[in-house]
């Protein structure tokens, strides 16, 4: 189901130029961030690194990255931001951070939180306050659409290529969801 998601996905984020290329990473390697984690990645984002997990991902997500490699680059940040006492509750081995942005926003979902867990966005901007985290979509497969559209919404008409069949597909979906 997800990889099928992923798949009509891909075609759209390159359709439509938000990515150049798509690649993603085989089971051994994700097999070998869940051993060092110490869990189980939830199906959605499995698929999403099975096909999008070697993708320059920066203009997908406003300058962000949620390549593989980019991993432990982010758990550096949460490690940072934790150490300065700035987002303590990030502490939770069920969290996944998954990218973050200037070393201050850290985007994550959690393993406990089913096979399409919700995406959370925690901000660090006052060196004195704990963040507090907020809600961005009820499931990880919903944020990677919404950022694809935003995407392209960012950008001029003349950078955006025409979107043929696959943007139907992700619409039609997007309604049903809205009937929930």
């Given at each position: 189901m997800y990889s099928t998601y992923?798949?009509?996905?891909?075609?759209?984020?390159?359709?439509a130029n938000v990515v150049e290329t798509v690649a993603g990473v085989d089971e051994a390697v994700i097999a070998?961030?869940?051993?060092?984690r110490g869990y189980r990645l939830p199906a959605c984002y499995r698929a999403f690194l099975q096909t999008f997990g070697k993708t320059n991902t920066w203009r997908w997500?406003?300058?962000?990255?949620?390549?593989?490699?980019?991993?432990?680059?982010?758990?550096?940040?949460?490690?940072?931001?934790i150490a300065e006492g700035l987002i303590p509750w990030l502490d939770d081995r069920a969290i996944i951070p998954f990218t973050q942005h200037a070393g201050y926003v850290v985007y994550y979902i959690r393993c406990d939180d089913g096979?399409?867990?919700?995406?959370f966005c925690a901000i660090s901007g006052d060196e004195t306050t704990p963040a507090?985290?907020?809600?961005l979509a009820?499931?990880?497969?919903?944020?990677?659409?919404?950022s694809a559209f935003d995407s392209?919404?960012?950008?001029?008409?003349?950078?955006?290529?025409?979107?043929?069949?696959?943007f139907g597909s992700l619409r039609e979906q997007s309604?049903?969801?809205a009937n929930f």
């Open positions: 992923m798949q009509e996905l891909a075609s759209f984020v390159v359709e070998e961030l869940e051993q060092a997500f406003d300058g962000d990255y949620a390549s593989i490699d980019r991993f432990d680059e982010t758990l550096e940040v949460v490690q940072d931001l096979d399409d867990p919700a995406v507090e985290c907020s809600q009820p499931a990880f497969s919903i944020w990677l659409r919404n392209i919404e960012r950008r001029s008409w003349t950078e955006v290529k025409p979107i043929s069949s696959t309604m049903n969801e």
